[in-house]
């Protein structure tokens, strides 16, 4: 593929044919503000908050979906692109809700970062039209649409990246908004419930739900004082260490990769890890909002087990594994058989098979691979 | 799979057999599904009319267990159009002609007739396989779990050879796993023929060189028992005692009245595992496992892709990783070998025996995955299988007859019952029901009954039925639905309260002992 070659704010830029202005700035190191634009998707142009100056071109054209070509000069910071982007947010903002401190993406918004670094003040004046009622995304997520910036990243990516396409723009009183086809719930559209549309979003508009487990601490907050227990819930939240580690799915053969949020040794959250080489970014509902409430179930089973006088009863590794080896070691080869598992690591089941052949002298060792 | 996952975004044609993959394997869903927005054409066979229809080219919406007519008839019409890849079938495969000669048998009014799909959809699909290529076969559990699963895997290989869909990027024959692990635990050797990397016990070179590796001697040499070869020792009387980690029996073995006596019979089992499950009223030891999150070491998953990964959480309570359990009952049983301080010395160990794994080093793994065969440490992997030849050389034709399910339908048990997955729980339920989300959207057991069936057995939508088999019965609300077709009624097995797995027959395949799960025939009783 040939390569091109343009300027940017006086910079010289060489990359390939095709490229788009945004790719080609992002690679000088020139940050141009976005807001539909989503690394997984296909540009949609129709934010406009990326927009620039191109000598030669009309009006103010958005350079996440205008392709780069030999020779243009390109100016992302000129006052006149200035002025727009300001406008463009104001005009996103005017039906906002101000209540940012309350809201699950305090902090983390791709609008609050927008607002800062473009540089308007936000006109505190709360809108006063009537509000839309917050919606369940299934028991996993929450719709709540009077934060929706109308970018339609979660309806493109429901769309073009998961083609299951259970969420849809569709004209409300005059304006366009998110939605399902008749306002039907997501269980019926054909929704997965994979959140790919959650972590899409910029926005508090779509978020996670607060797991049972934490539901309990929202309680107590809200016996207390409930106008404030969503502020103190998210800034205690916010102040709590959180640290993100990657590990893999246990659920099918996928073996998609992960993103762990930690905190204080509970997995909180997991999200699909874009580097992983199975998934690219993918996950479903089960390694999405099926992993911690098990791996933190009380049922887990916690202490060696030994049954005496007809009942199990706790006792001790040593006392179990000595039991173990004692008994086993009374069988003939073929009296034992040794069951591995398919959720067990490559190291495990090599350790298992070895233990059969090796130890009990038996081959009769098998797994779950049939079901 | 002998294609990787993303490589299924190449294929111009993808035939999906026996597979609900937007349920059991959504993220591979996802990528047939954009395949087909990009353009790809998708072919559905499947008894069930499963999401995936929706972005179908061709449905052929075959009787539970008449794959192999279905595929061989598909095969019949592509030599007869003259469509197969007669450069491929010269230089890369062998006995064709037999092939050819058994295809005689699957004429495409007989293949209709047993199938109940429509004559000229196998025709169309079978032309759309072999001329928009490159062409992806992908398949799952509706292939394998039958009396002649070998046999339904053989037609799909058949298929692949004979219109020279293997070894190039956007083709293959890929059956999806359904474990996170059952991959590596075939490759690590959990199986009663081979050691890991697939090296057969019965070879005496082999046993040897194992002998030689462990520092041990005497390695037995006969292939052992396979799992429903060991329940049947159990029951009667030969297997005495199990060691039993991480699985769930109870729930998931077919024909589970049957095994609650069988465990019963045993002198010993301890069961390892991170839950009480459904098996541990029969344990004399219970050990408690760490889970995937609280430790770490490798699974390679369904395109043999080798990833490890670190632990996320401390493990509760005395839980511990199963490698350390099993090292330290076999040290206390006076083995050597056994000394291994992390999984790292283990993969290690892996690498020094297994020729497939010998390049998947602890250190490379830092850094990146890799895909077996990988024999050395300057190899890349093998993203595609059989490129250049097959692993026995030659792609061998396997001539194939018609077998269909052990038990037919008749008039007491009326009905065929195949079994399916959810979305929304995995496999026993172990993990999944723990999850109050996951039980909220699917917290109970369905029977799937066509609208017809219903309406002559007088029920609604809800109504509770008795699904009755030649080895017990269950109950369950009905689902009124036309997912499946007249006569065919649909079961998950995530749920123990309605253990459908009482009703399955455990007949099954006589090379792979995988039990018959896909059909099996019932009657529907209104309470
Ligand atoms: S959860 Fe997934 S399937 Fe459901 S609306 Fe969001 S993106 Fe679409
Ligand atoms: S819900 Fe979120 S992602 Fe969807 S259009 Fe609104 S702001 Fe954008
Ligand atoms: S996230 Fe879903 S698709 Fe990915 S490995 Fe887990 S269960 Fe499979
Ligand atoms: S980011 Fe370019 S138009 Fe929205």
């Known amino acids: 593929m040939g390569k091109v070659k343009l300027w940017i704010d006086g910079q010289e830029v060489e990359v390939p044919e095709g490229t788009t202005v945004l790719k080609a700035a992002e690679e000088a190191g020139i940050h141009i503000p976005t807001l539909c634009y989503h690394p997984l998707l296909r540009p949609s142009g129709n934010c406009r908050m990326c927009a620039v100056e191109i000598e030669g071109y009309r009006g103010l054209p958005a350079s996440c979906s205008t392709p780069v070509a030999e020779g243009m000069v390109v100016r992302t910071n000129t006052d006149r692109v200035r002025d727009f982007r300001q406008e463009t947010l104001r005009a996103i903002l005017r039906d906002h809700p101000r209540e940012c401190i309350a809201c699950p993406k305090n902090q983390s918004c791709e609008l609050q970062e927008l ?17 839309f009622e917050v919606k369940d995304g299934g028991p996993f997520f929450r719709r709540d649409y009077n934060l929706c910036v109308r970018c339609g990243r979660c309806v493109r990516i429901c769309n073009e990246v998961r083609g299951v396409g259970a969420i849809v723009f569709k004209e409300v009183e005059g304006r366009q908004e998110v939605g399902t086809p008749l306002d039907r719930p997501l269980e019926e559209v054909g929704c997965q419930f994979c959140a790919a549309c959650v972590d899409a979003c910029p926005t508090g508009a ?56 930690v905190q204080d040794g509970e997995i909180i959250r997991t999200v699909p890890d874009p580097s992983g080489p199975a998934n690219k970014g993918l996950d479903c509902v089960k390694g999405r909002f099926g992993i911690s409430e098990f791996v933190h179930s009380p049922d887990r089973l916690k202490t060696p087990l030994i049954r005496k006088n007809g009942s199990l009863e706790e006792t001790s590794w040593d006392e179990a594994l000595e039991a173990v080896a004692k008994q086993l070691s009374k069988y003939k080869p073929d009296e034992v058989a040794v069951i591995s598992s398919a959720k067990c690591t490559n190291e495990e089941n090599y350790v298992i098979q070895k233990f059969a052949r090796a130890v009990l002298k038996t081959n009769s060792v098998d797994h779950c691979a049939r079901l | 799979m002998t294609n990787t996952i993303e490589d299924i975004g190449e294929a111009s044609c993808i035939l999906a057999i026996g597979t609900n993959t937007t349920d059991t394997h959504p993220v591979i ?148 796993r359904g474990q996170n692990n059952v991959q590596g635990a075939c490759d690590m050797g959990a199986l009663p023929n081979v050691f890991p990397g697939y090296q057969a016990v019965v070879d005496e070179n082999l046993r040897k060189k194992f002998e030689d590796a462990w520092g041990v001697d005497n390695l037995p040499g006969e292939i052992g028992l396979t799992l429903p070869q060991m329940f049947e020792a159990i029951n009667s009387g030969k297997i005495k005692a199990v060691y039993l980690v991480g699985e769930n029996p ?203 069936d219903a309406a002559g057995l007088g029920l609604k939508d809800g109504d509770v039925v008795r699904v009755v088999s030649r080895r017990g019965a269950v109950e369950a609300k009905a689902l009124i639905t036309d997912r499946a077709p007249k006569g065919v009624v649909t079961m998950d097995f995530h749920f123990s309260e309605s253990p459908v797995n009482v009703l399955t027959n455990p007949a099954h395949d006589p090379v792979s002992r995988i039990p018959e799960y896909k059909a099996c025939a019932v009657r529907i009783e209104k309470r």
């Open chain 1, 206 to 261: 779509l978020t996670d739900k607060i797991p049972k487990w934490r539901a309990e601490a929202r309680e107590r907050e809200d016996s207390f004082c409930p106008e404030i227990s969503d502020i103190v819930l998210s800034l205690y939240d916010r102040y709590r260490e959180r640290e993100s580690k990657s590990s893999i799915c246990p659920y099918c053969g996928v073996g998609c990769r992960l993103v762990f949020e």
């Open chain 2, 250 to 452: 109870a729930v998931s073995e077919p024909n589970l009245e049957h095994l609650k006596n069988v465990f019963q019979k045993l002198e010993f089992l301890v069961i390892q595992d991170i839950f009480p499950t459904e098996s541990m009223p029969y344990a004399h030891v219970v050990l408690p496992a760490a889970s995937f999150a609280e430790k770490d070491g490798t699974f390679t998953n369904t395109e043999r892709r080798v990833q490890w990964f670190d632990p996320v959480v401390p493990a509760p309570g005395q839980a511990k990783p199963d490698w350390w359990v099993t090292c330290e009952i076999a040290k206390r049983m006076g083995a050597s070998g056994f000394d291994f301080t992390s999984t790292k010395e283990i993969l290690d160990e892996i690498n020094k025996v297994t020729p497939s794994y010998g390049g998947i080093t602890y250190g490379r793994l830092q850094m990146t995955t890799l895909q077996w065969p990988c024999p050395s440490t300057d190899h890349p992997g093998t993203p595609i299988l059989h490129t250049q030849a097959f692993t026995r050389g030659k792609g061998h034709f396997e001539p194939l007859t018609y077998k269909g399910p052990q038990e037919m339908p008749d008039e007491e048990f009326p009905f065929v019952l195949t079994t399916a997955r959810s979305l929304f729980h995995f496999h026993t339920g172990t993990m999944t029901r723990k999850v109050t989300g996951l039980n909220i959207i699917r917290g109970e057991e369905y029977v799937e009954i066509h609208p017809d």
């Open chain 1, 115 to 131: 607002i800062a670094y473009v540089g308007i003040e936000v006109p505190y004046e709360a809108p006063t039209e009537k509000r």
């Open chain 2, 29 to 176: 869903g996802t990528r047939v599904r954009r395949a087909v927005l990009n353009g790809a054409h998708l072919i559905v066979a499947n008894p069930r009319r499963i999401p995936l229809v929706k972005h179908a080219t061709y449905f052929l919406q075959h009787r539970p267990g008449t794959d192999i007519a279905l595929l061989m008839g598909m095969a019949r019409v592509i030599v007869d159009e003259d469509l197969h890849d007669r450069e491929f079938i010269e230089s890369r495969c062998e006995n064709f002609e037999e092939f050819k000669k058994s295809l005689d048998a699957f004429s495409l009014d007989f293949v209709s007739e047993v199938t109940g799909v429509n004559a000229e959809l196998i025709r169309r699909a079978a032309i759309l396989y072999a001329t928009h290529k490159p062409s992806s076969l992908l398949y799952a559990m509706g292939i394998t779990q039958h009396t002649h699963g070998t046999d339904n895997v053989l037609a799909t290989a058949n298929l692949a050879m004979l219109t020279g869909n293997i070894g190039k990027r956007g083709t293959g024959v890929n059956p999806l």
